[in-house]
Protein backbone atom coordinates (compact mmCIF):
# COMPACT_ATOMS: atom_id res chain seq x y z
CA UNK A 1 0.00 0.00 0.00
CA UNK A 2 1.10 3.64 -0.80
CA UNK A 3 2.58 4.99 -3.60
CA UNK A 4 6.09 6.21 -4.02
CA UNK A 5 7.31 8.35 -6.57
CA UNK A 6 10.37 10.24 -7.96
CA UNK A 7 12.33 12.42 -10.04
CA UNK A 8 15.94 13.69 -10.79
CA UNK A 9 17.32 15.04 -13.98
CA UNK A 10 16.74 17.89 -16.56
CA UNK A 11 13.55 18.17 -16.90
CA UNK A 12 10.69 19.89 -14.52
CA UNK A 13 10.14 17.38 -11.55
CA UNK A 14 6.91 18.14 -10.56
CA UNK A 15 4.49 17.01 -13.88
CA UNK A 16 6.42 13.39 -13.46
CA UNK A 17 5.46 13.45 -9.97
CA UNK A 18 2.52 14.68 -9.84
CA UNK A 19 0.86 12.01 -12.90
CA UNK A 20 2.85 9.64 -11.27
CA UNK A 21 1.04 9.66 -7.70
CA UNK A 22 -2.15 9.72 -9.88
CA UNK A 23 -0.99 6.51 -11.65
CA UNK A 24 0.04 5.09 -8.27
CA UNK A 25 -3.44 6.36 -6.94
CA UNK A 26 -4.60 2.44 -6.64
CA UNK A 27 -1.92 1.83 -4.00
CA UNK A 28 -3.18 4.38 -1.71
CA UNK A 29 -5.22 7.53 -1.70
CA UNK A 30 -6.34 8.93 1.73
CA UNK A 31 -3.73 11.45 1.67
CA UNK A 32 -0.66 12.58 -0.92
CA UNK A 33 2.14 14.72 -0.79
CA UNK A 34 5.36 15.63 -2.66
CA UNK A 35 8.49 17.67 -2.18
CA UNK A 36 10.13 19.59 -4.84
CA UNK A 37 13.95 21.03 -4.31
CA UNK A 38 14.69 23.79 -6.09
CA UNK A 39 17.18 27.18 -5.81
CA UNK A 40 18.66 25.47 -2.69
CA UNK A 41 14.80 25.33 -1.14
CA UNK A 42 12.48 22.76 0.14
CA UNK A 43 9.06 22.68 -1.05
CA UNK A 44 6.66 20.81 0.55
CA UNK A 45 3.21 20.69 0.43
CA UNK A 46 0.99 17.97 1.57
CA UNK A 47 -2.66 17.37 2.64
CA UNK A 48 -5.34 14.76 3.52
CA UNK A 49 -6.95 13.21 0.23
CA UNK A 50 -6.49 13.03 -3.07
CA UNK A 51 -3.82 13.64 -5.34
CA UNK A 52 -6.37 16.10 -7.11
CA UNK A 53 -6.62 18.04 -3.75
CA UNK A 54 -2.77 18.01 -3.80
CA UNK A 55 -2.49 19.06 -7.06
CA UNK A 56 -5.34 21.93 -6.05
CA UNK A 57 -3.23 23.10 -3.12
CA UNK A 58 0.01 22.73 -5.38
CA UNK A 59 -2.17 24.84 -8.38
CA UNK A 60 -2.28 28.26 -5.69
CA UNK A 61 1.53 28.49 -5.16
CA UNK A 62 2.99 28.07 -8.67
CA UNK A 63 6.58 28.62 -7.13
CA UNK A 64 5.77 25.20 -5.29
CA UNK A 65 6.01 22.98 -8.94
CA UNK A 66 9.52 24.49 -9.71
CA UNK A 67 12.41 22.22 -9.41
CA UNK A 68 14.13 19.01 -11.37
CA UNK A 69 14.21 16.82 -8.43
CA UNK A 70 11.22 15.87 -6.49
CA UNK A 71 9.85 12.80 -4.37
CA UNK A 72 6.11 12.43 -3.82
CA UNK A 73 3.37 9.93 -1.78
CA UNK A 74 0.26 8.63 -2.22
CA UNK A 75 -0.38 6.86 1.32
CA UNK A 76 -2.93 4.24 2.92
CA UNK A 77 -2.38 5.32 6.65
CA UNK A 78 -0.87 2.37 8.64
CA UNK A 79 0.39 4.45 11.74
CA UNK A 80 -1.32 7.95 12.44
CA UNK A 81 -4.82 8.57 11.34
CA UNK A 82 -5.30 10.32 7.85
CA UNK A 83 -4.91 14.13 7.70
CA UNK A 84 -2.36 17.00 6.94
CA UNK A 85 0.37 16.03 9.45
CA UNK A 86 0.67 12.39 8.82
CA UNK A 87 0.83 12.69 5.50
CA UNK A 88 4.57 11.92 3.55
CA UNK A 89 7.25 13.31 2.86
CA UNK A 90 8.16 13.50 6.31
CA UNK A 91 11.14 16.05 7.02
CA UNK A 92 13.85 14.99 9.71
CA UNK A 93 14.47 17.85 12.70
CA UNK A 94 16.77 19.08 10.93
CA UNK A 95 15.19 20.11 7.86
CA UNK A 96 17.83 18.70 6.18
CA UNK A 97 16.50 14.80 5.33
CA UNK A 98 13.39 14.03 3.43
CA UNK A 99 11.44 10.72 3.01
CA UNK A 100 8.46 8.69 1.37
CA UNK A 101 7.83 5.44 2.73
CA UNK A 102 5.86 2.72 1.88
CA UNK A 103 5.33 -0.30 4.74
CA UNK A 104 5.19 -0.59 8.46
CA UNK A 105 8.44 -0.12 10.71
CA UNK A 106 7.21 -2.49 13.53
CA UNK A 107 9.79 -1.51 15.80
CA UNK A 108 9.19 2.17 15.67
CA UNK A 109 8.00 2.81 19.15
CA UNK A 110 11.06 1.21 20.60
CA UNK A 111 13.00 3.76 18.36
CA UNK A 112 11.15 6.76 18.88
CA UNK A 113 11.51 6.34 22.39
CA UNK A 114 15.72 6.32 21.90
CA UNK A 115 15.45 9.02 19.42
CA UNK A 116 12.93 11.35 22.08
CA UNK A 117 15.67 10.38 24.68
CA UNK A 118 18.59 11.91 22.33
CA UNK A 119 16.13 15.13 22.03
CA UNK A 120 14.52 14.97 18.78
CA UNK A 121 10.63 15.89 18.74
CA UNK A 122 7.95 14.33 16.19
CA UNK A 123 5.73 16.30 14.27
CA UNK A 124 3.32 13.27 13.55
CA UNK A 125 2.25 9.58 14.79
CA UNK A 126 4.03 8.00 11.82
CA UNK A 127 6.43 5.39 11.71
CA UNK A 128 8.33 6.98 8.89
CA UNK A 129 9.32 10.09 11.13
CA UNK A 130 10.65 7.86 13.06
CA UNK A 131 12.85 6.18 10.48
CA UNK A 132 13.95 9.76 8.82
CA UNK A 133 14.73 10.79 12.14
CA UNK A 134 16.94 7.35 12.57
CA UNK A 135 18.37 8.64 9.39
CA UNK A 136 19.59 11.51 10.94
CA UNK A 137 20.78 10.46 14.46
CA UNK A 138 22.72 7.99 12.36
CA UNK A 139 24.31 10.16 10.20
CA UNK A 140 25.10 12.80 12.68
CA UNK A 141 26.51 9.96 14.92
CA UNK A 142 28.84 8.27 12.17
CA UNK A 143 29.69 11.07 10.30
CA UNK A 144 29.11 9.15 6.78
CA UNK A 145 27.22 10.18 3.93
CA UNK A 146 23.55 9.91 3.41
CA UNK A 147 23.45 6.23 1.56
CA UNK A 148 25.62 4.46 4.37
CA UNK A 149 23.30 6.67 7.22
CA UNK A 150 20.58 5.05 5.66
CA UNK A 151 21.57 1.64 5.21
CA UNK A 152 23.37 1.64 8.82
CA UNK A 153 19.77 2.78 10.11
CA UNK A 154 17.65 -0.07 8.21
CA UNK A 155 20.31 -2.29 9.83
CA UNK A 156 18.26 -1.04 13.10
CA UNK A 157 14.94 -1.35 11.45
CA UNK A 158 12.31 -4.59 12.09
CA UNK A 159 9.38 -4.63 9.85
CA UNK A 160 8.77 -3.30 5.06
CA UNK A 161 9.45 -0.71 3.67
CA UNK A 162 10.22 0.80 0.51
CA UNK A 163 11.74 4.29 0.90
CA UNK A 164 12.62 7.46 -1.16
CA UNK A 165 15.31 9.49 0.97
CA UNK A 166 16.56 13.27 -0.21
CA UNK A 167 19.29 15.20 1.25
CA UNK A 168 19.22 19.48 1.12
CA UNK A 169 23.08 19.01 0.69
CA UNK A 170 23.32 16.26 -1.96
CA UNK A 171 20.75 17.70 -4.36
CA UNK A 172 22.01 15.51 -6.99
CA UNK A 173 21.02 12.00 -5.52
CA UNK A 174 18.30 10.33 -4.29
CA UNK A 175 18.63 7.39 -2.18
CA UNK A 176 15.94 4.05 -2.51
CA UNK A 177 15.76 0.78 -0.47
CA UNK A 178 13.49 -1.79 -0.41
CA UNK A 179 12.60 -4.60 2.24
CA UNK A 180 8.97 -6.34 1.38
CA UNK A 181 7.69 -3.64 -0.60
CA UNK A 182 7.93 -3.00 -4.54
CA UNK A 183 10.38 0.05 -6.06
CA UNK A 184 11.59 0.54 -9.43
CA UNK A 185 14.15 2.75 -11.01
CA UNK A 186 13.50 3.97 -14.25
CA UNK A 187 16.76 4.54 -15.95
CA UNK A 188 16.81 7.81 -18.66
CA UNK A 189 19.13 8.09 -21.61
CA UNK A 190 22.50 8.77 -20.77
CA UNK A 191 22.07 8.45 -17.00
CA UNK A 192 20.75 12.26 -17.37
CA UNK A 193 17.94 11.81 -15.39
CA UNK A 194 16.60 8.77 -13.00
CA UNK A 195 13.01 7.98 -11.88
CA UNK A 196 11.66 6.30 -8.75
CA UNK A 197 8.46 4.62 -7.95
CA UNK A 198 6.38 1.93 -6.80
CA UNK A 199 5.89 0.39 -10.21
CA UNK A 200 7.19 1.62 -13.52
CA UNK A 201 3.77 3.13 -14.31
CA UNK A 202 4.62 6.72 -13.27
CA UNK A 203 7.77 6.82 -16.25
CA UNK A 204 6.88 4.81 -18.76
CA UNK A 205 6.58 7.30 -21.65
CA UNK A 206 10.23 8.48 -20.50
CA UNK A 207 12.10 5.35 -20.25
CA UNK A 208 11.82 1.54 -20.89
CA UNK A 209 14.88 0.51 -18.74
CA UNK A 210 14.37 -0.23 -15.20
CA UNK A 211 15.78 -1.91 -12.15
CA UNK A 212 13.62 -3.14 -9.81
CA UNK A 213 15.20 -3.29 -6.19
CA UNK A 214 15.22 -6.73 -4.49
CA UNK A 215 14.76 -7.29 -0.61
CA UNK A 216 17.02 -6.12 1.19
CA UNK A 217 18.99 -3.93 -1.59
CA UNK A 218 19.71 -0.09 -1.15
CA UNK A 219 20.61 1.71 -4.32
CA UNK A 220 22.31 5.04 -5.01
CA UNK A 221 21.30 7.24 -7.53
CA UNK A 222 23.17 9.86 -8.82
CA UNK A 223 22.93 11.96 -11.88
CA UNK A 224 25.46 10.96 -14.41
CA UNK A 225 26.25 7.41 -13.06
CA UNK A 226 25.15 4.10 -12.85
CA UNK A 227 23.05 3.43 -10.08
CA UNK A 228 24.73 1.77 -7.46
CA UNK A 229 23.07 -1.50 -5.65
CA UNK A 230 24.21 -2.91 -2.64
CA UNK A 231 23.00 -5.43 0.38
CA UNK A 232 21.57 -3.77 3.22
CA UNK A 233 23.05 -6.42 5.91
CA UNK A 234 26.57 -7.70 4.29
CA UNK A 235 27.32 -4.71 2.08
CA UNK A 236 27.95 -6.72 -0.88
CA UNK A 237 27.71 -4.81 -3.92
CA UNK A 238 24.64 -5.80 -6.42
CA UNK A 239 24.91 -6.51 -9.82
CA UNK A 240 21.78 -4.50 -10.99
CA UNK A 241 19.53 -6.36 -13.85
CA UNK A 242 18.23 -3.71 -16.06
CA UNK A 243 15.15 -4.64 -17.75
CA UNK A 244 13.21 -3.52 -20.78
CA UNK A 245 9.77 -2.34 -19.44
CA UNK A 246 7.11 -4.47 -21.40
CA UNK A 247 4.07 -1.89 -20.45
CA UNK A 248 2.82 0.68 -22.67
CA UNK A 249 0.74 3.86 -21.94
CA UNK A 250 -2.86 3.16 -23.06
CA UNK A 251 -2.55 0.15 -20.97
CA UNK A 252 -2.28 2.46 -17.95
CA UNK A 253 -5.31 5.04 -19.40
CA UNK A 254 -8.88 4.23 -19.70
CA UNK A 255 -9.50 4.68 -23.18
CA UNK A 256 -12.75 6.44 -22.79
CA UNK A 257 -13.99 3.94 -19.85
CA UNK A 258 -15.84 6.22 -16.93
CA UNK A 259 -14.12 3.80 -14.61
CA UNK A 260 -10.91 1.84 -15.03
CA UNK A 261 -13.01 -1.12 -13.28
CA UNK A 262 -15.63 -1.06 -15.84
CA UNK A 263 -12.54 -0.58 -18.82
CA UNK A 264 -11.38 -3.85 -16.96
CA UNK A 265 -14.47 -5.61 -17.14
CA UNK A 266 -14.84 -5.12 -20.82
CA UNK A 267 -11.42 -6.47 -21.17
CA UNK A 268 -12.09 -9.52 -20.25
CA UNK A 269 -12.31 -11.38 -23.45
CA UNK A 270 -9.04 -10.17 -24.57
CA UNK A 271 -7.18 -10.55 -21.53
CA UNK A 272 -8.98 -14.31 -20.89
CA UNK A 273 -7.18 -15.14 -24.67
CA UNK A 274 -4.06 -13.30 -24.12
CA UNK A 275 -3.64 -15.36 -20.65
CA UNK A 276 -4.30 -19.20 -22.95
CA UNK A 277 -2.36 -17.57 -25.91
CA UNK A 278 0.29 -19.81 -27.04
CA UNK A 279 -0.13 -22.32 -24.29
CA UNK A 280 -3.42 -23.67 -25.44
CA UNK A 281 -3.45 -24.93 -29.36
CA UNK A 282 -6.97 -26.05 -28.78
CA UNK A 283 -6.84 -27.65 -32.44
CA UNK A 284 -3.72 -29.81 -32.26
CA UNK A 285 -5.34 -31.07 -28.67
CA UNK A 286 -1.95 -29.56 -26.70
CA UNK A 287 -1.74 -27.60 -23.39
CA UNK A 288 1.90 -26.48 -23.25
CA UNK A 289 3.03 -24.20 -20.23
CA UNK A 290 6.83 -23.91 -19.37
CA UNK A 291 6.60 -23.76 -15.72
CA UNK A 292 4.43 -26.96 -15.69
CA UNK A 293 6.04 -28.76 -17.98
CA UNK A 294 9.51 -28.51 -17.18
CA UNK A 295 8.24 -29.33 -13.03
CA UNK A 296 5.58 -31.54 -14.43
CA UNK A 297 7.04 -34.81 -12.40
CA UNK A 298 6.73 -32.48 -9.04
CA UNK A 299 2.52 -31.89 -9.91
CA UNK A 300 2.74 -35.57 -10.86
CA UNK A 301 3.66 -36.92 -7.60
CA UNK A 302 2.28 -34.40 -5.15
CA UNK A 303 0.27 -36.33 -2.40
CA UNK A 304 -1.82 -32.97 -2.48
CA UNK A 305 -1.73 -29.00 -3.45
CA UNK A 306 -2.39 -26.47 -1.24
CA UNK A 307 -3.47 -23.51 -2.84
CA UNK A 308 -2.35 -19.95 -0.65
CA UNK A 309 -4.23 -16.65 -1.70
CA UNK A 310 -6.23 -13.67 -0.35
CA UNK A 311 -9.45 -12.42 -1.44
CA UNK A 312 -10.33 -12.06 -5.08
CA UNK A 313 -7.39 -14.57 -5.59
CA UNK A 314 -8.79 -16.66 -2.89
CA UNK A 315 -11.72 -17.15 -4.57
CA UNK A 316 -9.98 -17.94 -7.82
CA UNK A 317 -8.21 -20.50 -5.81
CA UNK A 318 -11.91 -22.11 -4.81
CA UNK A 319 -12.68 -22.42 -8.12
CA UNK A 320 -9.01 -24.16 -8.73
CA UNK A 321 -10.46 -26.43 -6.04
CA UNK A 322 -13.40 -27.78 -7.55
CA UNK A 323 -11.20 -27.85 -11.09
CA UNK A 324 -8.17 -29.93 -10.02
CA UNK A 325 -10.25 -32.22 -7.73
CA UNK A 326 -13.01 -32.97 -10.74
CA UNK A 327 -10.72 -33.20 -13.43
CA UNK A 328 -7.29 -34.44 -11.88
CA UNK A 329 -7.97 -35.97 -8.84
CA UNK A 330 -5.75 -34.43 -6.87
CA UNK A 331 -6.24 -33.77 -3.47
CA UNK A 332 -6.34 -29.80 -2.70
CA UNK A 333 -6.55 -27.63 0.14
CA UNK A 334 -7.15 -24.04 -0.48
CA UNK A 335 -6.08 -21.45 2.47
CA UNK A 336 -5.94 -17.85 2.97
CA UNK A 337 -2.58 -17.01 3.06
CA UNK A 338 -3.03 -14.52 6.19
CA UNK A 339 -4.20 -17.75 8.40
CA UNK A 340 -1.78 -20.44 6.80
CA UNK A 341 1.52 -18.45 7.66
CA UNK A 342 0.58 -17.79 11.19
CA UNK A 343 -1.01 -21.76 12.05
CA UNK A 344 2.20 -23.68 11.92
CA UNK A 345 0.86 -25.51 8.79
CA UNK A 346 1.65 -29.12 8.14
CA UNK A 347 3.86 -29.39 4.55
CA UNK A 348 5.92 -31.85 3.29
CA UNK A 349 8.21 -32.21 0.55
CA UNK A 350 5.50 -33.97 -1.54
CA UNK A 351 3.36 -30.62 -1.39
CA UNK A 352 2.99 -28.76 -4.33
CA UNK A 353 1.80 -25.14 -3.50
CA UNK A 354 0.22 -22.57 -5.40
CA UNK A 355 0.36 -19.03 -4.54
CA UNK A 356 -2.19 -16.75 -6.60
CA UNK A 357 -1.83 -13.29 -6.30
CA UNK A 358 -3.09 -10.49 -9.06
CA UNK A 359 -0.59 -7.66 -7.91
CA UNK A 360 2.60 -10.34 -6.71
CA UNK A 361 2.95 -8.14 -3.93
CA UNK A 362 0.59 -9.30 -1.02
CA UNK A 363 2.32 -9.48 1.65
CA UNK A 364 0.80 -12.63 3.47
CA UNK A 365 0.57 -14.38 0.34
CA UNK A 366 4.27 -13.28 -0.57
CA UNK A 367 5.18 -14.84 3.49
CA UNK A 368 3.06 -17.72 3.34
CA UNK A 369 5.22 -18.93 0.05
CA UNK A 370 8.32 -17.88 1.79
CA UNK A 371 7.09 -20.52 5.01
CA UNK A 372 6.26 -23.55 2.40
CA UNK A 373 9.24 -22.90 1.01
CA UNK A 374 11.22 -23.46 4.08
CA UNK A 375 9.51 -26.59 4.90
CA UNK A 376 10.19 -27.80 1.73
CA UNK A 377 7.46 -27.58 -0.77
CA UNK A 378 7.45 -26.81 -4.41
CA UNK A 379 5.85 -23.17 -4.58
CA UNK A 380 4.11 -22.28 -7.87
CA UNK A 381 2.94 -18.89 -8.84
CA UNK A 382 0.02 -17.68 -10.84
CA UNK A 383 0.56 -13.63 -10.93
CA UNK A 384 0.01 -10.91 -13.19
CA UNK A 385 2.36 -8.54 -12.36
CA UNK A 386 5.53 -8.98 -14.58
CA UNK A 387 8.26 -9.26 -12.12
CA UNK A 388 6.38 -8.84 -8.79
CA UNK A 389 8.08 -10.10 -5.91
CA UNK A 390 6.03 -13.25 -5.99
CA UNK A 391 6.36 -13.82 -8.94
CA UNK A 392 10.48 -13.88 -8.08
CA UNK A 393 10.20 -15.28 -4.90
CA UNK A 394 8.33 -19.04 -6.34
CA UNK A 395 10.18 -21.69 -7.98
CA UNK A 396 8.40 -21.74 -11.26
CA UNK A 397 5.12 -19.80 -12.34
CA UNK A 398 2.58 -18.48 -14.88
CA UNK A 399 1.71 -15.17 -15.96
CA UNK A 400 -2.15 -14.26 -16.35
CA UNK A 401 -1.19 -11.79 -18.58
CA UNK A 402 -4.16 -9.40 -18.61
CA UNK A 403 -2.66 -6.39 -18.73
CA UNK A 404 -2.49 -3.85 -15.76
CA UNK A 405 -5.56 -3.71 -13.26
CA UNK A 406 -6.00 -0.72 -11.59
CA UNK A 407 -9.68 -1.21 -10.63
CA UNK A 408 -9.07 -1.62 -6.59
CA UNK A 409 -11.94 -4.28 -7.46
CA UNK A 410 -10.27 -7.24 -9.11
CA UNK A 411 -12.50 -8.03 -12.69
CA UNK A 412 -10.08 -9.23 -15.03
CA UNK A 413 -7.55 -10.78 -12.44
CA UNK A 414 -10.56 -13.44 -11.35
CA UNK A 415 -11.25 -14.76 -14.57
CA UNK A 416 -7.59 -14.59 -15.81
CA UNK A 417 -6.52 -16.90 -12.43
CA UNK A 418 -9.47 -19.19 -13.38
CA UNK A 419 -8.35 -19.31 -16.84
CA UNK A 420 -4.75 -20.72 -15.79
CA UNK A 421 -5.79 -22.63 -13.52
CA UNK A 422 -8.29 -24.38 -15.78
CA UNK A 423 -5.08 -25.23 -17.77
CA UNK A 424 -3.59 -26.57 -14.90
CA UNK A 425 -6.23 -28.60 -14.07
CA UNK A 426 -6.63 -30.10 -17.56
CA UNK A 427 -2.49 -30.60 -18.31
CA UNK A 428 -2.87 -32.63 -14.88
CA UNK A 429 -5.84 -34.44 -16.19
CA UNK A 430 -4.32 -35.64 -19.45
CA UNK A 431 -1.16 -36.01 -17.95
CA UNK A 432 -2.36 -38.32 -15.45
CA UNK A 433 -5.21 -39.75 -17.68
CA UNK A 434 -8.37 -38.72 -15.03
CA UNK A 435 -9.88 -37.46 -18.37
CA UNK A 436 -10.55 -39.23 -21.39
CA UNK A 437 -8.72 -37.78 -24.47
CA UNK A 438 -12.22 -36.75 -26.15
CA UNK A 439 -13.49 -34.87 -23.00
CA UNK A 440 -9.65 -33.14 -22.84
CA UNK A 441 -10.30 -32.18 -26.64
CA UNK A 442 -13.99 -31.12 -25.69
CA UNK A 443 -12.83 -28.88 -22.56
CA UNK A 444 -10.08 -27.18 -24.96
CA UNK A 445 -12.56 -26.27 -28.33
CA UNK A 446 -14.99 -25.21 -25.02
CA UNK A 447 -12.22 -23.00 -23.74
CA UNK A 448 -11.45 -21.23 -27.14
CA UNK A 449 -15.27 -20.37 -27.26
CA UNK A 450 -15.11 -18.78 -23.74
CA UNK A 451 -13.98 -15.15 -24.77
CA UNK A 452 -17.02 -14.79 -27.14
CA UNK A 453 -19.18 -15.99 -25.14
CA UNK A 454 -18.34 -13.40 -22.11
CA UNK A 455 -17.97 -10.78 -25.02
CA UNK A 456 -21.97 -11.95 -25.53
CA UNK A 457 -22.76 -11.50 -22.08
CA UNK A 458 -20.96 -7.73 -21.79
CA UNK A 459 -23.88 -6.45 -24.26
CA UNK A 460 -26.72 -7.26 -21.77
CA UNK A 461 -25.16 -4.46 -19.93
CA UNK A 462 -28.59 -3.03 -20.10
CA UNK A 463 -30.64 -5.59 -18.46
CA UNK A 464 -27.51 -5.66 -15.52
CA UNK A 465 -28.03 -1.73 -15.07
CA UNK A 466 -32.18 -2.82 -15.09
CA UNK A 467 -31.63 -4.59 -11.93
CA UNK A 468 -29.15 -2.61 -10.39
CA UNK A 469 -31.85 0.44 -10.70
CA UNK A 470 -34.47 -1.88 -8.84
CA UNK A 471 -31.93 -3.34 -6.07
CA UNK A 472 -29.48 -0.40 -5.47
CA UNK A 473 -31.00 1.18 -2.24
CA UNK A 474 -31.05 -2.81 -0.53
CA UNK A 475 -29.22 -2.78 2.48
CA UNK A 476 -28.15 -6.30 2.30
CA UNK A 477 -27.98 -8.97 -0.24
CA UNK A 478 -27.31 -12.59 -0.08
CA UNK A 479 -25.22 -14.35 -2.91
CA UNK A 480 -25.70 -18.19 -3.80
CA UNK A 481 -24.28 -20.72 -5.62
CA UNK A 482 -23.18 -24.55 -5.56
CA UNK A 483 -20.26 -26.43 -7.03
CA UNK A 484 -18.07 -24.51 -9.05
CA UNK A 485 -19.84 -21.32 -8.82
CA UNK A 486 -20.01 -21.40 -5.00
CA UNK A 487 -16.61 -19.64 -5.24
CA UNK A 488 -18.51 -17.10 -8.03
CA UNK A 489 -20.91 -16.08 -4.96
CA UNK A 490 -18.76 -15.25 -2.36
CA UNK A 491 -17.03 -13.08 -5.04
CA UNK A 492 -19.87 -11.49 -5.96
CA UNK A 493 -20.67 -10.86 -2.36
CA UNK A 494 -16.95 -9.23 -2.15
CA UNK A 495 -17.39 -7.20 -5.33
CA UNK A 496 -20.47 -5.38 -4.12
CA UNK A 497 -19.67 -4.72 -0.25
CA UNK A 498 -16.16 -3.20 -1.63
CA UNK A 499 -17.55 -0.56 -3.81
CA UNK A 500 -21.45 0.15 -3.39
CA UNK A 501 -20.55 -0.53 1.13
CA UNK A 502 -23.64 -2.65 0.77
CA UNK A 503 -23.69 -5.71 3.09
CA UNK A 504 -23.73 -8.90 1.05
CA UNK A 505 -22.93 -12.37 2.39
CA UNK A 506 -21.81 -15.19 -0.42
CA UNK A 507 -22.87 -19.13 0.88
CA UNK A 508 -23.39 -21.98 -0.76
CA UNK A 509 -27.06 -22.46 -1.31
CA UNK A 510 -27.18 -25.96 0.21
CA UNK A 511 -26.25 -24.27 3.14
CA UNK A 512 -28.79 -21.33 3.76
CA UNK A 513 -30.79 -23.36 5.40
CA UNK A 514 -28.39 -23.55 7.94
CA UNK A 515 -28.85 -19.99 9.55
CA UNK A 516 -28.77 -17.57 6.37
CA UNK A 517 -32.34 -18.42 5.72
CA UNK A 518 -33.54 -16.17 8.89
CA UNK A 519 -32.43 -13.04 7.14
CA UNK A 520 -35.33 -13.44 4.44
CA UNK A 521 -37.67 -11.11 3.68
CA UNK A 522 -39.31 -8.97 0.98
CA UNK A 523 -36.12 -6.74 1.40
CA UNK A 524 -33.34 -9.18 0.79
CA UNK A 525 -32.70 -9.14 -2.90
CA UNK A 526 -30.28 -12.99 -3.34
CA UNK A 527 -28.96 -13.64 -6.40
CA UNK A 528 -29.22 -17.18 -7.18
CA UNK A 529 -26.43 -19.05 -9.93
CA UNK A 530 -28.67 -21.96 -11.69
CA UNK A 531 -26.68 -22.92 -14.00
CA UNK A 532 -28.33 -26.25 -16.16
CA UNK A 533 -25.82 -28.54 -14.69
CA UNK A 534 -24.17 -28.13 -11.64
CA UNK A 535 -27.21 -29.10 -8.94
CA UNK A 536 -29.72 -27.81 -11.41
CA UNK A 537 -32.51 -29.22 -9.50
CA UNK A 538 -31.33 -28.85 -6.01
CA UNK A 539 -30.71 -25.57 -6.70
CA UNK A 540 -34.04 -24.45 -8.05
CA UNK A 541 -35.39 -25.80 -4.41
CA UNK A 542 -33.07 -23.85 -2.67
CA UNK A 543 -34.91 -21.11 -4.82
CA UNK A 544 -38.53 -22.00 -3.83
CA UNK A 545 -37.38 -21.50 0.04
CA UNK A 546 -36.54 -18.78 -1.11
CA UNK A 547 -39.51 -17.90 -2.82
CA UNK A 548 -41.60 -19.06 -0.61
CA UNK A 549 -40.08 -16.85 2.27
CA UNK A 550 -40.64 -13.42 0.17
CA UNK A 551 -37.60 -13.18 -0.70
CA UNK A 552 -36.46 -11.52 -4.14
CA UNK A 553 -34.86 -14.00 -6.81
CA UNK A 554 -32.60 -12.51 -9.22
CA UNK A 555 -30.96 -16.01 -10.89
CA UNK A 556 -28.36 -16.58 -13.22
CA UNK A 557 -29.39 -19.47 -15.79
CA UNK A 558 -28.30 -20.84 -19.21
CA UNK A 559 -29.87 -19.91 -21.93
CA UNK A 560 -32.94 -21.37 -23.08
CA UNK A 561 -33.93 -21.90 -18.93
CA UNK A 562 -37.49 -22.14 -18.29
CA UNK A 563 -38.22 -23.20 -14.66
CA UNK A 564 -36.17 -20.83 -12.79
CA UNK A 565 -37.69 -18.28 -15.01
CA UNK A 566 -40.87 -18.76 -14.09
CA UNK A 567 -39.61 -18.07 -10.57
CA UNK A 568 -37.47 -15.68 -10.38
CA UNK A 569 -37.86 -12.17 -10.70
CA UNK A 570 -35.41 -11.46 -12.56
CA UNK A 571 -32.99 -13.95 -15.15
CA UNK A 572 -29.68 -13.14 -16.80
CA UNK A 573 -29.12 -15.77 -19.11
CA UNK A 574 -25.40 -16.95 -19.72
CA UNK A 575 -24.41 -18.76 -22.97
CA UNK A 576 -24.26 -23.03 -22.65
CA UNK A 577 -20.53 -24.35 -21.61
CA UNK A 578 -19.21 -27.10 -19.70
CA UNK A 579 -19.93 -26.81 -15.54
CA UNK A 580 -16.32 -26.57 -15.10
CA UNK A 581 -16.11 -23.66 -17.19
CA UNK A 582 -19.47 -21.61 -16.18
CA UNK A 583 -17.18 -19.52 -13.55
CA UNK A 584 -15.87 -17.27 -16.50
CA UNK A 585 -19.30 -16.07 -17.43
CA UNK A 586 -21.38 -15.93 -14.17
CA UNK A 587 -19.17 -13.85 -12.84
CA UNK A 588 -19.13 -11.59 -15.49
CA UNK A 589 -22.79 -10.00 -14.89
CA UNK A 590 -22.42 -10.08 -10.80
CA UNK A 591 -19.25 -7.61 -11.76
CA UNK A 592 -21.38 -5.99 -13.56
CA UNK A 593 -24.20 -4.84 -11.23
CA UNK A 594 -21.82 -4.37 -8.88
CA UNK A 595 -20.46 -1.50 -10.89
CA UNK A 596 -23.87 -0.42 -12.00
CA UNK A 597 -24.89 -0.31 -8.25
CA UNK A 598 -21.44 1.69 -7.27
CA UNK A 599 -22.39 4.03 -9.92
CA UNK A 600 -25.65 4.89 -9.24
CA UNK A 601 -25.33 5.12 -5.14
CA UNK A 602 -22.42 7.65 -6.97
CA UNK A 603 -19.43 6.24 -4.83
CA UNK A 604 -16.08 5.56 -6.14
CA UNK A 605 -15.84 2.79 -7.65
CA UNK A 606 -12.23 2.92 -8.65
CA UNK A 607 -10.94 3.71 -4.73
CA UNK A 608 -13.58 2.46 -2.81
CA UNK A 609 -12.74 3.86 1.01
CA UNK A 610 -10.21 1.84 3.49
CA UNK A 611 -9.31 0.02 0.16
CA UNK A 612 -5.79 0.15 -1.50
CA UNK A 613 -4.84 -1.89 -4.80
CA UNK A 614 -1.67 -3.97 -3.40
CA UNK A 615 -1.76 -4.80 0.05
CA UNK A 616 1.83 -4.88 0.90
CA UNK A 617 1.41 -4.46 4.94
CA UNK A 618 -0.16 -7.28 7.09
C1 LIG B 1 -10.96 -7.52 -4.29
C2 LIG B 1 -9.54 -7.37 -4.32
C3 LIG B 1 -8.74 -7.94 -3.19
C4 LIG B 1 -7.51 -8.68 -3.76
C5 LIG B 1 -6.61 -9.16 -2.61
C6 LIG B 1 -5.44 -9.97 -3.13
O1 LIG B 1 -11.56 -6.97 -5.41
O2 LIG B 1 -8.99 -6.80 -5.22
O3 LIG B 1 -9.51 -8.78 -2.41
O4 LIG B 1 -7.96 -9.75 -4.52
O5 LIG B 1 -6.14 -8.06 -1.92
O6 LIG B 1 -4.66 -9.23 -4.00
P1 LIG B 1 -3.62 -9.92 -4.96
O7 LIG B 1 -4.38 -10.75 -5.92
O8 LIG B 1 -2.92 -8.78 -5.61
O9 LIG B 1 -2.73 -10.74 -4.09
Redesign the pocket.
Known amino acids: MCGITGYIGYRDAYPIVINGLKRLEYRGYDSAGLMLFNNNQIALTKTKGKVLDLEGIVDQSPSGKEGKIGIGHTRWATHGVPNDVNSHPHFSQSGELVIVHNGIIENYDTLKKELTSRGYTFKSDTDTEVLINLIEEVKKQEGCKLGKAVQLALTQVIGAYAIAVFDKSKPNEIIVAKLGSPIAIGIGEGLKEFFVASDASPFIEYTKDAIYLEDEELAIIKLGKAVGVRKIYDDSIVDANIQELQLSLEQIEKGGYDHFMLKEIYEQPKAITDTYRGRMLADEGIIKMAGIDDNLGKFMRADRIIVV??????HAALVGEYLFEDLSRIPVEVEYASEFRYRNPIITTNDVVIA???????AD?LAAIKLAKSKGAFVFGICNVVGSS?ARETHAGAYTHAGPEIG???TK?FTTQITILSLIALKLAQSKGTLSNSAFHMYLQKMQLIPKKVEKLLRIDDTVKHIASVYKEASNCLYLGRGFNFPVALEGA??LK?ISYIHAEGYPAAEMKHGPIALIDENMPVFVIATNKGHYEKVVSNIQEIKSRNGKIIAIVTEGDTTVKEIADHVIEIPETEEALTPLLTTIPLQLLSYHIAVMLEKNVDQPRNLA???TVE
Open positions: ACGTSWISQSGETTIVASALKEKSV
